[in-house]
């Protein structure tokens, strides 16, 4: 029985920490309107950003806002140079440009800074946390704690006046231009505000498992996260990390030894197909229905 709680609470812990990925995702989408396929290499590229500032010198404290400022102008410029020139293309050819942004930052970040991976001491004791004959993995443990005042104080922002801006950005360009909210900029500060929580996301994994390309796959958990919790909504990123990262710790715990082990990709992707066949809107997303 310790077995199975011990992948139960490791699996939602590690839930929590795939929605820091996803958050990213779905602040674009909720302030944009845009699937943001280039989040894990965005991911990638602020644990980069995070260990290169460590590496000159600088304390963790301040490497982790430096790199926030980063990725946040990394946001602006991303929407000036890239996303500004897609106005009025179809929505297929601004997902198919965040996919060429991810090809893009998956070689370029890793072929600059290194492919090696490189480690980031956040000053967090690996030594796990152990109640009874349960180990919890402790990274895991603050990083579901910071998720979920990550996700709160996100809510908290979508009702500011910036933030009502955002959204309404969302539902119609148009009618936004029309009463005077500048698109271009609330598109740009999506794509910032999505770069800080990917600061968050990349410092916590990266400390994990080490700063390398392979952070970049993380979108694929998250894609399921935001798929299952509902692509616009903040809530449903919790919701849908916790179900994601336990029936991907549960499942393959006790499948693995008979099928020779890697089920839990299989897991994550019946996930996508069993939601997207029952409810494609996601568990908190909203259902949009069209006349035709």
Request: no cysteine; aromatic share 8%; hydrophobic share 60%.
């Amino acid at each position: 029985m310790a077995y199975f709680f011990e992948l139960l609470i490791n699996g939602a812990l590690t839930g929590l920490m795939y929605a820091l990925v996803a958050l990213g995702f779905v602040l674009i989408y909720k302030s944009a309107g845009v699937p943001n396929l280039a989040q894990g290499a965005v991911v990638m590229t602020a644990g980069y950003a995070v260990w290169l500032f460590m590496s000159m010198g600088l304390p963790v404290w301040l490497a982790i806002p430096a790199a926030m400022v980063v990725m946040f102008l990394f946001g602006l410029v991303v929407e000036r140079l890239l996303l500004r020139r897609m106005v009025g293309q179809p929505i297929i050819m601004v997902v198919m440009l965040t996919l060429g942004l991810d090809i893009l930052l998956r070689g370029l970040v890793p072929g600059i800074l290194g492919s090696a991976p490189k480690s980031i001491d956040l000053g967090i004791n690996f030594a796990p946390v152990i109640i009874g004959d349960v180990f919890i993995n402790r990274t895991s443990l603050i990083g579901g704690v910071i998720a979920i005042l990550l996700v709160g104080a996100s809510l908290l922002f979508f009702r500011t006046r910036l933030g009502t801006k955002l959204r309404a950005v969302s539902d119609d360009h148009i009618s936004s231009w029309a009463v005077g909210i500048s698109v271009e900029r609330a598109i740009g500060i999506s794509w910032g505000l999505a770069g800080i929580a990917a600061v968050v996301a990349g410092a916590l994994w990266g400390s994990a498992q080490g700063v390398d390309w392979t952070l970049s796959t993380l979108l694929f958990p998250a894609i399921a996260v935001v798929i299952l919790g509902g692509i616009d909504s903040i809530p449903g990123v919790l919701v849908g990390g916790l179900l994601v990262g336990i029936l991907g710790s549960v499942v393959p715990g006790y499948l693995d030894s008979y099928v020779g082990g890697s089920t839990r990709d299989v897991v994550t992707s019946v996930i996508i197909l069993l939601t997207i066949m029952v409810r494609p809107f996601g568990i908190f997303g909203r259902e949009d229905i069209e006349r035709i």
